[in-house]
């Protein structure tokens, strides 16, 4: 046997070249998971010129490692990249829904279709969020609307019932959304009848002072 040797060589060869694309594209797919978080909460202070551009940076880096990562497809399908492919989605689909625009395509964001839904699945809790925000300064009706919208994305996301291994979990994200859309159900009716409890209470005492059954407005509460 003597060819045992170049066999190492051309294994040192080919680990070697695998291992210096991963040492590359990993810091990029951790950058742009860190922009992409870092965009959603700019969308959230209502700071749209500052989530687009993190998100722009976070394209850049997902596209580098795109191209970093072209002759080595088993680093590429390794799991980082579609981490941060699934957090640019979330991102871009968040700001998106929040905005009332059409979604991007996953053509339009560059990633693939698991990375995509997943990403699709998670903004629900971004919309959640944003939901709560309206929900204490009142604006019940912008909040019924996001409801709905949740229930939309829920319908897509059940709609593909496909094996986890075609979809990277994609099951899991849909029963994570469908607990979330359910606690902002509840929320949200929880708030409204609140508000009409309080209305009613508020017409009442009206009602009183006028009859002259009730305290002065002014000595009340």
Known sequence: MTNLEALRQGAQA?????????EVALPKSRAAVRHCANAIRA????DENGAQALIEQARALIDAMRADLRDHPNIY??????DAQKEFAEAGITVALIRGRDLPTPEELGVEWAAYLNGMGEAVGELRRHVL????????????ALLGVMDEVFGVLTALDFPDAITNGLRRTTDNARGIIERTRGDL????????????????ADLLRHDGHGPPAEEQG
Do not use: M
């Open 189 to 204: 009716t929880s708030a409204a009848l609140s508000a009409q409890l309080s209305a009613q209470l508020t017409l009442v």
């Open 14 to 22: 080919v680990f070697a070249a695998t291992n210096a694309a991963r």
């Open 77 to 82: 399908f390794a799991g980082f990249v579609e």
């Open 133 to 144: 925000d309206l929900l204490r300064q009142g604006r019940f009706g912008e909040c019924e």
């Open 43 to 46: 969308i959230h202070r209502d």
